[in-house]
């Protein structure tokens, strides 16, 4: 269902293809999608109903300018349809066709504050199955903030919006991409241990307990956040405030 305030953009494929044949087709390409491609469908994946423009995705994705983003979304949208033989997708600029490659990914709209790309339903689901992206439901939640021995009642801790930007796939995955997936403690890595079982898995700490903020912040996934063995986290919160991570890696060693 289009917004009351968004105009359709002609702009958009004749028949999208199924979640399968984008599964096909991404696996057929998969070894030519280069790193900006890459995050470029990632963080559209992220954003907030999977809505973004030009713009917003280049700051999203850490690339220098919108004419970034749309060269390389572009040449991904070529490379899939010359691999998989779905038509060229075309709409009307200055009366003149010119190939759309970019709607091979999203829908696009006109709105007031630009224009927005939404991403196809078909191609996030394929991102999951392809195991490109983590959905948020799937991810183990750890609510290392809250104590013990406290008492909520049902929804308070949903309100905490710190846990709930955590949880969220976007910084828990820049965390990871910036430090590893091996404990920032002790080194640990589940995949060296485990193989594939473990791979990619690890706690996410907080290094500022919500319970010292006294208003809602934005958690910087760099800065905020580490990433920690069970074991390690679970020592980390053995004390009210939690140990530090220097603290933790000085009484290790002793």
């Not at 929804?155 to 930007?165: E, H, I, M, R």
């Not at 828990?172 to 403690?185: A, L, N």
């Not at 980390?236 to 933790?248: A, C, G, L, M, N």
Request: charged residues 20%; hydrophobic residues 35%; negative net charge.
């Amino acid at each position: 269902m289009v917004h009351p305030d968004r105009k359709l953009s002609s702009c958009r494929l004749s028949k999208v293809p199924s979640t399968a044949e984008y599964v096909a087709g991404l696996r057929k390409i998969q070894s030519r999608i280069n790193e900006i491609q890459m995050r470029l469908l990632q963080e559209q994946y992220f954003a907030p109903s999977r809505s973004v423009t030009a713009p917003e995705l280049a700051k999203l994705a850490g690339v220098s300018s919108y004419q970034v983003v749309n060269l390389n979304y572009g040449k991904l949208g070529r490379l899939f349809c010359e691999e998989t033989g779905l038509e060229k997708p075309i709409g009307n600029e200055a009366e003149l066709k010119v190939a759309k490659w970019w709607t091979v990914w999203s829908i696009g709209y006109s709105t007031h504050t630009g224009f927005l790309w939404e991403m196809h339903s078909e191609v996030a689901e394929s991102l999951e199955i392809l195991g490109w992206v983590t959905p948020a439901a799937t991810l183990p939640t750890f609510p290392d903030e809250v104590e013990e021995n406290q008492v909520f009642r049902e929804g308070a801790v949903c309100k905490v919006a710190v846990n709930a930007y955590e949880r969220n796939p976007y910084a828990r995955q820049h965390c990871i991409k910036h430090y590893g997936t091996s404990c920032c403690v002790c080194g640990f890595n589940f995949g060296e241990w485990f193989g594939e079982l473990g791979e990619g898995f690890i706690h996410v700490h907080h290094l500022c307990p919500i319970s010292e903020i006294a208003e809602e912040y934005e958690v910087d996934p760099i800065q905020d956040l580490r990433p920690v063995c069970p074991n390690c986290h679970a020592m980390i919160h053995r004390r009210s405030p939690p140990f530090s991570i220097e603290e933790i890696i000085t009484l290790r060693k002793r």
